[in-house]
């Protein structure tokens, strides 16, 4: 059975920083791109963040670029979001996603608020 179990979310001040972490498993998750995507209330779901399955290449929404970097394990395995300088307008839901063998599966969403 295929899991993705996010952690990390919560509140922060504007310039604070988090980390948030995606366990996978269930599935070779060392042989498939990974993402994060993020859900603002009243928004669609968008792109943040994917990682190869190496760990060799990455790329961001121009809206985080610079200010969050994903990286993975395959040890363990594990995706990270490092999110640093957090703005109000990254207050969402982040979601873990994986395609594996045409199938999409997302994890279950941690919540990110930047307020003062």
């Known amino acids: 059975q295929v899991q993705l179990v996010e952690s990390g979310g919560g509140l922060v001040q504007p310039g604070g920083s988090l980390k948030l972490s995606c366990a996978a498993s269930g599935f070779a998750s060392r042989i498939v791109d990974m993402k994060w995507y993020r859900q603002a209330p009243g928004k669609e779901r968008e792109l943040v963040a994917t990682?190869?399955?190496?760990?060799?290449?990455?790329n961001y929404a121009d809206s985080v670029k610079g200010r969050f970097t994903i990286s993975r394990d395959n040890a363990k395995p594990t995706v990270y979001l490092q999110m640093n300088s957090l703005k109000p307008e990254d207050t969402a839901v982040y979601y873990c996603n994986a395609v594996y063998y045409r199938n999409s599966y997302w994890g279950q969403g941690t919540q990110v608020t930047v307020s003062s």
């Open positions: 990682i190869t399955s190496g760990g060799d290449s990455t």
